[in-house]
């Protein structure tokens, strides 16, 4: 497909039309600069711009087609809210003019008009009108897109890409690929949400099997009289991380017992108790933040 403006040598005349021949008769037609084109079915046309849901903007000197995609004003001085298809087999397209409109037509100061078609470029089959421009040049002096292979077609080569990516029909209207667009965001909107629930649920996992693995790693030290039962709250509240209770798996695994086999903790700790840490001890400070005060008085509160 690629855009062409084809100017029409329609002179409006003193009364404002509020009808336009957009498309002639059925059959194959030349526009000024020689090359044809062909209107075989011109329902289709009509059933393509019904699905975009929105009317053709009357711009002035084809704005739409070389202003708007480089996002400069391309503002409408008419719409088309009506086409139809004439007994001739053309198409006529109702207009609606603005203030601005009436007074650039009324007063001579546009005295033409020029349909911008979507036209298949291997066929010459016009498959749908992209806007009107208003114009005092009859010929080929609309820029760019009047030249075959000229920029017309890049908005068009643009939706074709988009239609490929999309894994859809590359003759999808604007309003189609939108469609697919927003389908494409609501399955991602509801995929991302999906994932957030799975790594929560992940996350959960981990939490409960960390303070498992911590609760059984405190017991163990109870039982095996590294650590007094006074201590349990403590470590059970300053372990936050598997690197802290990696480094306190191997602090019990080097320190001695506090008491004999088959005894008990009873009363307060002796002054051995304030002893100076050992280096298994000193480690698991580091590593846990907290400092060697703290875990002292840890200790004192067995």
Known sequence: MESVLLNSVYDFTADMPDRLVLVPASGSFSGIDGRTFINSNPQRIIERWKKTGHDIPVDI???TELRGPQGLPAPAVGWISDLVVAENGGIVGTVSWTEEGRELVSARKYRYFSPAYLVDKATKEIAGIRSIGLTNVPNLGVPALNSEGNGGDYMDKDLKVICNSLGISEGATEAEVVTEINTLKTRLAAAEEKAAEAEKKIQEQEAAAFKAELNAAVEKGVEDGKIAPAQKDFFLASINSQEQ???F???LGKSPRLIGEGETITGKPGTDDKADLNAEEK??????GVSEE???KAKEDK
């Open 245 to 247: 209770l990696d480094s």
């Open 294 to 296: 703290e875990y002292n």
């Open 283 to 288: 480690a698991f400070c580091a590593a846990l």
């Open 61 to 63: 000197e084809h704005s």
């Open 249 to 251: 798996k191997a602090m």
